[in-house]
């Protein structure tokens, strides 16, 4: 248990449905982040909430859209998806310093979901 | 964009060798941190490395952070059946919030 907590498991969805992904913290981090991670592209970063704040989107196609309501809980909501975007799809936490010279903490993961689209 | 490679990709040993993972960084790092996954499993946090020529060990684990903070390996001693797994590197910049992840070495030990 990572203090992490992941919703569902196991996603199976088809290319026109509209899903949701759920992530819970339970460590008091500031900072919450999705990654994708797939056979090609291993631990792709794919957003960072930092303060309830999106500080980071790395050109992630709009098929794919987080919220976050409060620095505890982190949703990605999927619709539209395409095949490719199946995948295990990873939610950190971590404690981040304010400033430019703070240092990044170590991240906490989740144990995923893990979604095929079909 | 900032990248992170690691080498090599996959590595087989014999249960009792040694191991070691390269990772590199194409911009200056403030940290970098070690993380390993197990099968089936997700990231776990291994150690962090801040200071410019830092060694770490732990166990049989001996983390270095190379002198112009750009890259950093992961040697392992006598390597048993429980360190199979992926090990990635993940660097930072200060005050970025972000953490990228190295492509990962992939590590099987052959009993």
């Known amino acids: 248990e990572t203090g992490v907590t992941q919703t569902p498991r196991h996603l199976v969805m088809g290319m026109t449905n509209k899903k949701s992904l759920k992530c819970e913290q339970h460590?008091?981090?500031?900072?919450m982040y999705w990654y994708k991670q797939s056979a090609k592209k291993p631990l792709e970063l794919m957003f960072v909430y930092n303060f309830k704040e999106q500080t980071e989107n790395n050109s992630v196609p709009s098929r794919f859209s987080p919220e976050c309501p409060n620095s505890s809980h982190l949703f990605l909501h999927l619709h539209t998806l395409q095949p490719e975007d199946s995948a295990l799809y990873l939610c950190a936490s971590s404690q981040v310093g304010e400033g430019t010279t703070s240092i990044n903490t170590e991240a906490f993961f989740g144990q995923g979901t893990r979604l095929t689209v079909v | 964009g900032q990248q992170v490679m690691q080498i090599p990709q996959y590595q087989h040993v014999q249960e009792g060798e040694d191991f070691t993972t390269y990772c590199n960084s194409s911009?200056?790092?403030?940290?970098i941190q070690w993380y390993k996954q197990r099968p089936g499993g997700h990231p776990v946090f291994l150690i962090q490395?801040?200071?410019?020529?830092e060694v770490k060990k732990q166990k049989r684990l001996t983390f270095q952070f190379g002198e112009a903070k750009k890259n950093s390996s992961l040697h392992i001693t006598a390597t048993q059946t429980t360190d199979v797994g992926t090990y990635f590197c993940a660097g930072s910049t200060s005050g970025t919030y972000k953490y990228i992840f190295g492509t990962g070495t992939r590590l099987k030990v052959l009993a």
């Open positions: 911009t200056t790092l403030s940290n």
């Open positions: 490395l801040v200071k410019s020529g």
């Open positions: 460590l008091g981090h500031n900072a």
